[in-house]
């Protein structure tokens, strides 16, 4: 077997790998959607939105327990989410202003928490610090499984509310005037949001969640004009940015999973940018040169047949 090969045999290795599968597979799914309802910031800003309510959380509990965490995460976030709802809905600010002001505010007060606990007597031991950047090394048999959980709930919603959130994602006045309650659907889907990015914290972090939520979805995006084939081959991408970024992090010396993940969802969308039927950059070009040798073509042809007209005259 290739040395490369046999750091798979590593148990923590397998686990670490299938958990950032998943967390790719679920997250290039959700971010479909949030992509489509130009809501790509909405990641960012609950991801950042998460770090009081991990604080919070160990304040109150006092131990490092990754569920409590996520509970912490997600309350934080679902707060996160109707207050930039309620925002926009009754101010005169728009969305990209509300979640800007909610990024900023929650992002603060989770470092002033940070910064408080680590200036307490158990603060080395809490290791708040890794879900800023992620550390998807420290994932043990338990999280994975609450990830896998987690990943497979939120790929089977969006399977069956498939229909739904396709109306919501396009047309939502159509969707109103069908009977569907796109107010309840709306805060449905920041909710899923809310559990992917809590789910990827451990793994990418806060600051980095908001790219493995989205880059996978515009990557898919430039391949197909279709949304179930879109959402498929987002998720097939944040797969495999999972499997890339765990692959290359169990060969290399310390490197972090959760940014190298990242960095292979950024890789697929450069390809895709490039490379891609209709929409990549060479397709673009080479359909350019092909109307541009036509139009050669047509005109050499015209002033052919005008060289013949004027000879035959």
């Known amino acids: 077997?290739?040395?490369?090969?046999?750091?798979?045999?590593?148990?923590?290795?397998?686990?670490?790998?299938?958990?950032?599968?998943?967390?790719?597979?679920?997250s290039g799914v959700i971010g479909s959607f949030a992509y489509l309802r130009k809501q790509s910031l909405m990641g960012d800003a609950l991801s950042h939105a998460a770090l009081p309510g991990v604080c919070i959380a160990f304040m109150l509990s006092g131990s490092k327990s990754i569920l409590l965490f996520l509970i912490g995460a997600a309350i934080a976030g679902i707060v996160a989410t109707f207050g930039i709802g309620y925002i926009t809905r009754h101010t005169r600010i728009k969305q990209d202003s509300a979640l800007a002001i909610v990024l900023s505010v929650f992002f603060g007060f989770g470092i002033v928490l940070l910064t408080q606990i680590q200036h307490s007597g158990n603060g080395n031991q809490s290791g708040l610090d890794k879900f800023l950047f992620g550390q998807a090394a420290s994932m043990m048999l338990s999280d994975v499984l609450i990830m896998a959980i987690i990943s497979i709930v939120l790929i089977g919603v969006c399977a069956l509310l498939f229909k739904e959130f396709k109306l919501l994602s396009f047309d939502p006045g159509f969707a109103r005037g069908l009977g569907y309650p796109v107010a309840l659907l709306d805060q449905f889907i920041m909710f899923l949001i809310v559990i992917a990015v809590v789910v990827g914290i451990q793994a990418v972090g806060v600051v980095l969640m908001a790219a493995l939520l989205i880059?996978?979805?515009?990557?898919?995006?430039?391949?197909?004009?279709?949304?179930?084939?879109?959402?498929?081959?987002?998720?097939?991408?944040?797969?495999l940015s999972g499997l890339t970024g765990t692959f290359i992090s169990a060969n290399g010396n310390n490197l972090p999973t959760g940014p190298l993940t990242v960095l292979a969802s950024t890789s697929l969308f450069l390809i895709s940018v490039v490379a891609a039927p209709r929409r990549g950059v060479l397709s673009k070009l080479l359909l350019r040169v092909s109307v541009r040798n036509k139009v050669r073509g047509e005109q050499a042809q015209v002033v052919l047949h005008a060289e013949r007209k004027e000879s035959a005259l």
Do not use: H
């Open 1 to 26: 077997m290739p040395d490369w090969m046999k750091v798979f045999l590593d148990p923590n290795t397998q686990w670490i790998l299938l958990g950032c599968m998943l967390l790719g597979l679920s």
């Open 215 to 239: 880059t996978p979805a515009v990557s898919a995006r430039y391949w197909t004009e279709r949304l179930g084939i879109m959402v498929v081959l987002a998720g097939l991408f944040g797969a």
